[in-house]
C-alpha cells in the first residue's frame, strides 16, 4: 500500500493528487488530448441541457463536465476514435 504525499501551504496540509493529472501520452499528442476531452465535456454538457429541457428542472452538477471527462480518459472510459499521427 502506498502512502499518502501532502503538499503543505499556509492554509494548511492537502493530499497530493498530481498523480492523477499525468495521463499515458504514449498515443496521443497533449493538443489531441485537449480536443478529445473537450468534445467530451461539451457532449456531457449538452446532454445536461437537453434532461433539463425535456423534465423541467434544475440539475445540480456535482462534477463539472470537464472533470467528468477527464475522469473518464483516465479511467480508460475515454479513447479517440481515429489513429494518431505518428512522429516519424
Do not use: C, W
Amino acid at each position: 500500500m502506498q502512502s499518502k504525499k501532502y503538499i503543505f501551504t499556509h492554509r494548511g496540509a492537502i493530499e497530493d493528487k498530481t498523480e492523477l493529472f499525468n495521463p499515458d501520452l504514449s498515443n496521443i499528442t497533449k493538443y489531441e488530448l485537449v480536443q478529445l476531452i473537450s468534445k467530451r465535456a461539451r457532449e456531457i454538457n449538452r446532454m445536461r441541457i437537453e434532461l433539463q429541457k425535456k423534465y423541467r428542472v434544475h440539475l445540480i452538477e456535482k462534477k463539472k463536465p470537464t472533470m467528468v471527462a477527464l475522469m473518464e480518459y483516465l479511467d480508460g472510459e475515454l479513447k479517440p476514435t481515429y489513429e494518431p499521427k505518428s512522429e516519424e
